[in-house]
T-cell receptor
């Protein structure tokens, strides 16, 4: 069975500092990995994905993530955090060739960026 | 604009009442999903559909029902059998190798 874990419920950073939101996964085969962001009372917005190719993936709003196969991780990063980045972040994993229901989400990490 | 639309944004249900949440997409996506989100928890899959007139139970299907009569539409009914329906409901769609696109959600409250 495939799964994804976000080990931190909450991440706090100061504005202008780099941020990292962690994600690890467990899947058979090569994974498809995704990051989404959710603002209060809104749906999830897609940030970036890793399907194949370069391990460093760049996405929306200056976010990037690095696929690390040996550590089975896909941490989300941003060099300089903004207060407006404060939101709930979800990592998701899917294994190619699996049925369409097999997209698993982490429990979410609440990012707070303080001025 | 292309997208996925959920309605209503807020919904109130009385005890013992069935309610239906709407989800419409004009992205020409084959697969559609319903998720439930509770505070402090991730998304849990209720039902999904890969093609018209076919759908499958997810992890927490009890007390819910769906239909997929048209490719664009995937309504979710919360029945009286669902004992704890207060939650935020999210609809999503995607094609085979794309990311999922989400609606803006419906917040259901039992009164």
């Amino acid at each position: 069975a495939q799964s994804v874990a976000q080990p931190e419920d909450q991440v706090n950073v100061a504005e202008g500092n780099p941020l990292t939101v962690k994600c690890t996964y467990s899947v058979s085969g090569n994974p498809y990995l995704f990051w989404y962001v959710q603002y209060p009372n809104r749906g999830l917005q897609f940030l970036l994905k890793y399907i194949t190719g370069d391990n460093l993936v760049k996405g929306s709003y200056g976010f990037e993530a690095e696929f690390n196969k040996s550590q089975t991780s896909f941490h989300l990063k941003k060099p300089s955090a903004l207060v407006s980045d404060s939101a709930l972040y979800f990592c998701a994993v899917r294994a190619p060739g699996m049925s369409n229901n097999d997209m698993r989400f982490g429990a979410g990490t609440r990012l707070t960026v303080k001025p | 604009d292309g997208g996925i639309t959920q309605s209503p944004k807020y919904l109130f249900r009385k005890e013992g009442q069935n309610v239906t949440l709407s989800c419409e997409q004009n992205l020409n996506h084959d697969a559609m999903y319903w998720y439930r989100q509770d505070p402090g928890q991730g998304l849990r899959l209720i039902y999904y559909s890969q093609i018209v007139n076919d759908f499958q139970k997810g992890d927490i299907a009890e007390g819910y029902s769906v239909s997929r009569e048209k490719k664009e539409s995937f309504p979710l009914t919360v029945t009286s059998a669902q004992k704890n329906p207060t939650a935020f409901y999210l609809c999503a769609s995607r094609n085979s190798n794309t990311e999922a696109f989400f609606g803006q959600g419906t917040r259901l409250t039992v009164v």
